[in-house]
């Protein structure tokens, strides 16, 4: 298995190539810039993209689609519930103060227990809302599960939920209902920030400790 992981952006969103080494098929997840780095990664382990993937809405995390999907003529995709968040992308952009980038059309909606194949590997979907509404969580279920957590969950905090669609009562319940099922070895590779255990995090993280 290939897993590359490219802080991208001004928001250095972890941007993360996931390759099988047999048929060197690929899927991206949040290319939220840097497009070209992200090409060129690509070229270098002879990757062909089978699927774009969006963990959410955000522009820090989908502001490099529409340039992946023209360099790499794979299909885009989102949860259905943050796809007014990627079409108001132009408002996010003006938020933050950067120019707006190109978007385009998501080619699947992606919903809760869809698995996505990749040569032999099969990355599950699994929809953790309270960060935005469509937010998603993706693992890899091998002997130590790779989790790919967007916004939901970080090394020792989780993610803002005020933000447009956000609730805390949500965040939290996707992170104990869904990530925090799986075994304390799996690996968390969260949106922002240096990766994680989900052993560590349900020992340590302040903002799930039990009261
Ligand atoms: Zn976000
Ligand atoms: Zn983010």
Same mark, same amino acid.
């Given at each position: 298995?290939?897993?590359?992981?490219?802080?991208?952006?001004?928001?250095?969103?972890?941007?993360?190539?996931?390759?099988?080494?047999?048929?060197?098929?690929?899927?991206?997840?949040?290319?939220?810039?840097?497009?070209?780095?992200? #090409?060129?990664?690509?070229?270098?382990?002879?990757?062909?993209?089978?699927?774009?993937?969006?963990?959410?809405?955000?522009?820090?995390?989908?502001? #490099?689609?529409?340039?992946?999907?023209?360099?790499?003529?794979?299909?885009?995709?989102?949860?259905?519930?943050?796809?007014?968040?990627?079409?108001?992308?132009?408002?996010?952009?003006?938020? *933050?103060?950067?120019?707006?980038?190109?978007?385009?059309?998501?080619?699947?909606?992606?919903?809760?227990?869809?698995?996505?194949?990749? #040569?032999?590997?099969?990355?599950?979907?699994?929809?953790?809302?309270?960060?935005?509404?469509?937010?998603?969580?993706?693992?890899?279920?091998?002997?130590?599960?790779?989790?790919?957590?967007?916004?939901?969950?970080?090394?020792?905090?989780?993610?803002?939920?005020?933000?447009?669609?956000?609730?805390?009562?949500?965040? *939290?319940?996707?992170?104990?209902?869904?990530?925090?099922?799986?075994?304390?070895?799996?690996?968390?590779?969260?949106?922002?920030?240096?990766?994680?255990?989900? #052993?560590?995090?349900?020992?340590?993280?302040?903002?799930?400790?039990?009261?």
């Amino acid at each position: 298995m290939i897993v590359e992981t490219i802080p991208v952006g001004m928001l250095m969103c972890n941007c993360v190539i996931l390759g099988d080494e047999a048929t060197r098929q690929a899927i991206v997840i949040d290319p939220g810039d840097e497009v070209e780095r992200i #090409g060129t990664l690509l070229d270098k382990h002879g990757l062909s993209v089978r699927a774009i993937v969006a963990t959410h809405g955000h522009i820090d995390h989908v502001g #490099g689609i529409a340039r992946l999907k023209e360099l790499t003529g794979a299909p885009a995709m989102l949860h259905e519930a943050d796809l007014p968040m990627y079409e108001s992308i132009a408002l996010q952009a003006q938020w *933050l103060g950067v120019p707006a980038p190109p978007t385009t059309t998501i080619d699947r909606h992606l919903s809760d227990a869809v698995s996505l194949q990749f #040569g032999s590997q099969k990355l599950e979907v699994h929809h953790t809302p309270g960060h935005s509404p469509g937010s998603i969580s993706l693992i890899l279920p091998h002997d130590v599960p790779l989790v790919f957590a967007g916004d939901t969950l970080f090394a020792g905090s989780i993610g803002r939920t005020d933000l447009w669609g956000g609730s805390m009562d949500q965040i *939290l319940h996707s992170i104990r209902d869904t990530l925090f099922r799986l075994p304390d070895a799996s690996i968390v590779l969260p949106g922002h920030g240096p990766r994680t255990t989900i #052993g560590v995090e349900r020992a340590t993280n302040p903002f799930l400790l039990e009261k």
